[in-house]
């Protein structure tokens, strides 16, 4: 099959969060499959530099945008054979600080930005020579794309267009701009319809690509069931019921790229450990203790959390979790950014215990590869989670996730209550403090016997969670007719 994946980030060229590694694993391992692929993404400040193999394509973009006209340049790179990286060059637009703000602010001109680079992906879906059957977007940043494809197939005579199938990474966000943005769309107004484009009066980018996709997919089975109920749509639920009623929407667990998450002969730990000799794990450990400044000790069981420290990851109740756990022989490392409010309450954490507590307030993949390994136990108690990488990176890396049941978190992990010969983690289901503490003090529990946290690993070690598996699931959704 011949796809074209539209992403705001890919990795390893661009990252804020899991769509970066979603979009850049599910692109190789098509191309591994043996399909023609084209990834699509913003060419974004340093990564020229970081990449010198890019070359500048024979391609120029001169584009409607509202009553002006934009232009930008093709830039590509051939990672693996079959795949080809395309870069949007439009350094007004892209050639900045963060990818999506500055600060703690969106940039004021996401619209315009997503928009024009929206109207890139469709104009090489239109003419690149190799003509992609399907065009694969991914949230509101690529949301518009579905209702382009329509309108020219409709108007334009672009006859056989590709198939449109959206994916959503993240349903909390939704690309939301005032009315007059929607001019930037040339589209005309019968896109902009409650059951399309529009919101309470306003462009709502990710609803009109849930309304105008041929499929829409989501990143666990779990997660696309939750986004059809009141308490998990996100105002969309009423939408996203339709189009699951009409067989349209279905949900597809993420992978984990094994090449990168790997315990032996991975760059960023300072020592191999395996299935077979688990003796390693324990050198990771010490020495993460001795890079964060705590004691170097062996027995002392050390949980972490690796996050956007955002309302959905569920930083109050960990913080509540860790405020009643914190006088039992534990050690915790977080390594988390955003909320300036989050960062701070961490800190006072870290200051109070501070033979207890460690705390990074960086972006740092390095640290988060040492800080998966070495733990014994990894805290994810999302308010809500499509998918969730790490506690699937906790379950390569030998370390025991305790999770809340909720999105992928409950597809993914194993709890004894649901198959204790198979289990490979801890869950719970209320969103609070005390819940999450039960949760830790069953780890602790388990933590006295060890070959119970042996069980554990070993499980956890063993489960498959690689893209191959998934490459077919995805190709069952582009070709639903
Ligand atoms: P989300 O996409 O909602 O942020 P995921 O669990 O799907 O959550 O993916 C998060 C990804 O971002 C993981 O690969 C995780 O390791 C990485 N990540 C998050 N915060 C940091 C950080 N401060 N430093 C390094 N990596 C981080």
Redesign the pocket.
Same mark, same amino acid.
């Given at each position: 099959m011949k796809i074209l994946l539209a992403s705001s980030e890919v990795h390893p060229y661009s990252k804020t &969060? &899991? #769509?970066a %590694?979603a979009a850049g694993a599910l692109g190789k391992s098509l191309a591994e499959a043996g399909h023609r692929v084209g990834i699509v993404t913003p060419l974004y400040r340093g990564i020229r530099e970081k990449f010198p193999a890019l070359r500048r394509e024979d391609w120029h973009f001169d584009l409607p945008l509202g009553s002006k006209r934009a232009s930008a340049e093709l830039w590509a790179l051939e990672p693996a054979k079959g795949l080809t990286v395309y870069f949007i060059h439009k350094p007004e637009y892209f050639d900045r600080a963060g990818i999506y703000g500055e600060n703690g602010a969106d940039h004021p001109d996401n619209g315009e930005r997503f928009i024009f680079f929206s109207k890139c992906v469709v104009n090489l879906a239109r003419y690149l020579p190799w003509q992609p059957e399907v065009v694969n977007v991914s949230d509101w940043q690529t949301g518009l794309v579905p209702a382009l494809v329509l309108h020219q197939s409709r108007t334009e005579g672009w006859g056989n267009r590709p198939r449109v199938c959206l994916t959503i990474h993240?349903l909390a966000y939704q690309g939301y701009f005032p009315r007059s943005v929607y001019a930037l769309t040339n589209l005309p107004p019968e896109y902009f319809i409650a059951e399309g484009a529009e919101h309470f009066g306003k462009l709502n980018c990710l609803k009109a690509g849930i309304a105008f996709a041929d499929m829409i997919t989501t990143v666990s089975p779990r997660y696309a069931r939750e986004i059809t109920t009141q308490e998990y749509g996100e105002g969309l639920d009423g939408l996203l019921r339709k189009r699951q009623g009409q067989g349209r929407l279905t949900g597809i667990l993420n992978g984990v790229d094994y090449d990168e998450w790997k315990t032996t002969g991975n760059p960023h730990l300072p020592a191999s450990f395996s299935v077979g000799d688990l003796a390693g794990k324990a050198a990771v450990k010490s020495a993460l203790q001795r890079e964060l400044g705590l004691p170097a000790n062996p027995t002392c069981p050390l949980f972490g959390t690796?996050?956007?420290l955002a309302e959905?990851k569920g930083m109050d109740i960990e913080l509540g979790a860790l405020e009643e756990m914190l006088n039992a022989d534990l050690q915790f490392a977080l #390594? &988390?950014?955003g909320s300036a409010d989050y960062e701070r309450e961490f800190r006072k954490l870290a200051r109070r215990f501070p033979a207890r507590v460690a705390v990074r307030h960086? =972006? %740092?993949?390095s640290l988060?590869h040492r800080i998966e390994a070495a733990c014994d136990f990894y805290l994810m108690p999302s308010r809500f989670e499509p998918? &969730?990488?790490?506690q699937m =990176?906790s379950l390569r890396y030998g370390t025991i996730p305790i999770v809340r049941r909720t999105g992928g978190l409950d597809d993914s992990v194993v709890d004894v209550a649901d198959n204790a010969a198979e289990a490979t983690g801890i869950k719970f289901s209320t969103y609070s403090g005390p819940a999450l503490a039960k949760g830790i003090r069953k780890a602790l529990a388990i933590y006295g016997d060890k070959s119970l946290v042996e069980h554990y690993q070993l499980n956890g070690m063993r489960a498959d969670f690689s893209w191959g598996r998934i490459v077919g699931e995805y190709l069952k959704a582009y070709s639903r007719r």
């Open positions: &969060g &899991g #769509l %590694d993240n690796i996050t956007r959905q #390594l &988390g950014s960086a =972006y %740092d993949h988060a998918c &969730g990488l790490n =990176y």
